[in-house]
RNA sequence: GCAGGGUUAGUGAAGCGGUCAAACACGGGUGACUGUAAAUCAUCUGGCUCAGCCUUCGGGGGUUCGAAUCCCUCACCCUGCA
């Protein structure tokens, strides 16, 4: 049977756990690290193919979850997969339904930031409130469905049927991210659960694979997601537990904070085998996340705020992040940022950008998602470019301290 | 000219004797957003020496302990009839 996917390192960077590299796949190269485009329901929201590869897009990832949801796998499926449904030439990545699990679950109307970043309330974090979407059982997860509320239930099998159809290159295995803090009772009931889930979605997704080799279908690859909340010691098991089994790579999920990425991105990645790639989940809102990511051993980010963000005026430049919206930019004839050379910056004022938005005019939502994502692709790029010659560190420092000053993210060093 | 209706904060529009600095919407200010529940959400939006006070509901004058709310009058707008 032929590999659904190969990874070479070409680059080590001392010192650290930081690798520059290659994956290879169906669909063409990633070089990494490289910033995974988030195109949640086969989409990068207002922006078409042609501009996220002219953004410098590599690889997008979509969800299984919200597929599921509309237009129901089948379609995908007989679209020709998800690169083909959606005109997408380019490697794709598919999440599990796994998140969903925790933003439709304990932390449905209350926020991710709310569950996962304040002390307040921790016990009740990991308890059901009468709102949650989300039921989990050893079996699966029962959810209602977020649009009409039907009962909708999604097992590590189940999630593996549909990443097939929906045939993206690399799929995520069935998680359940806790919140992370929740007692240490259930964080370990959490992560057996979650381990035994990935055996079930390995076995699945094998039989799912012989079953392309003997129709002639390119392989697709399988990502085990490590989980274990801020301890070390259930980090570093789960680590060791997926570590050893037949995965294609590694996601990590359950992170929330730049701050957790020097301890419980450094445990995962000191255990995981090092010749496989690994994916930070859902992280990459900010450029400490990318920097810490890439010198703690992640190859590659997703993260849809850059589009979400971009969508709601909030605009990356690297002296700090703008709200474009804002009274004093009505009359800013000046780019972004003059340092940008991404499509927007080149041809668009600061002034037109703000009137796109106050006359509540669909481009703004365009220009600002093409300038944030070419923003954070191009980041990761130059990452890359300075763990090859040798200057990643230079890089680190000068663009932090330009873009956070003198307000660093709790638990970042430079 | 006669009869009726109207004039409320930046705009539109509730209110019809005290609980009204005055609902609501829009507009405006600011903030948030990390495997997308999100082109969303939060908050402020008369002034000030700010848990209190001051000035506001077309202008002026009354009634009343108390008026955006009732009466008189003036101005302007709308609708009928001449």
């Known amino acids: 049977m032929q590999d659904s996917l190969s ?3 070409t680059h080590k960077l001392d010192g650290t756990l930081a690798r520059a590299g290659v994956i290879h796949t169906p669909h063409g190269d990633i070089k990494t690290p490289a ?26 990832l979509a969800n299984t979850y919200h597929l599921m949801l509309r237009p129901g796998a089948d379609i995908v499926q007989q679209a020709g997969g998800l690169g083909k449904f959606m005109n997408w030439q380019g490697p794709t990545f598919t999440d599990s339904g796994g998140f969903q699990v925790f933003s439709l ?3 449905y109307k209350k926020g991710i930031d709310a569950v996962a970043h304040t002390e307040k309330g921790d016990a009740d974090n990991a308890n059901a409130s009468k709102d949650q979407l989300v039921k989990v059982t050893e079996h699966g997860a029962f959810f209602r469905s977020h649009l009409d509320g039907s009962k909708l ?27 992370p803090l929740a007692p240490r009772q259930y964080l370990e009931e959490s992560l057996g659960r979650t381990h035994a889930w990935a055996e079930r979605c390995l076995e699945r997704h094998q039989t799912l694979n012989s079953a392309h080799a003997e129709t002639g279908q ?4 399988l990502f085990g997601v490590v ?17 050893e089994r037949d995965f294609d790579g590694y996601g990590l999920g359950g992170i929330f904070e730049p701050g957790e990425i020097p301890s419980v991105v450094r445990w995962v990645n000191e255990t995981l085998p090092e010749n496989k790639p690994r994916h930070l989940l859902g ?18 980010f997703d993260c849809i705020a850059p589009t979400r963000q971009a969508r709601n005026g909030a605009i990356y430049t690297y002296g700090g992040r703008i709200n474009i919206k804002n009274q004093q930019y009505k009359t800013d004839f000046t780019p972004i940022d003059t340092d940008c050379a991404c499509y927007t910056c080149v041809n ?15 481009l703004g939502a365009t220009l600002a998602s093409i300038h944030n994502e070419y923003f954070v692709v191009h980041t990761v790029d130059r990452i890359r470019d300075s763990l090859i010659d040798n200057t990643f560190f230079d890089y680190k420092k000068s663009f932090l301290l330009r873009y956070y000053k003198d307000n660093l993210p709790a638990g970042v060093t430079l």
């Open 348 to 362: 668009y004022t600061r002034a037109y950008i703000n009137h796109l938005f106050r006359a509540d005019e669909i």
């Open 105 to 107: 679950g304990v932390a």
């Open 218 to 221: 390119p392989q697709q690859a």
């Open 7 to 9: 990874f070479d390192i």
């Open 35 to 60: 910033y995974i485009v988030g195109g949640t329901k086969a989409t990068v929201k207002a922006l078409t193919p042609e501009q996220v590869s002219g953004l410098g897009g590599q690889a997008v």
């Open 227 to 243: 989980q274990g909340a801020r301890k070390e010691d259930l980090r570093r098991a789960s680590a060791q537990f997926l570590g």
């Open 283 to 300: 992280m990459g809102s900010q450029p400490a996340d990318l920097f810490l990511g890439v010198e703690y051993g992640i190859d590659t």
């Open 153 to 179: 239930e999604m097992t590590p099998e189940s999630s593996m049927e549909l990443q097939h159809k929906i045939a993206a290159d690399i799929h995520m295995a069935f998680d359940e991210c806790p919140a």
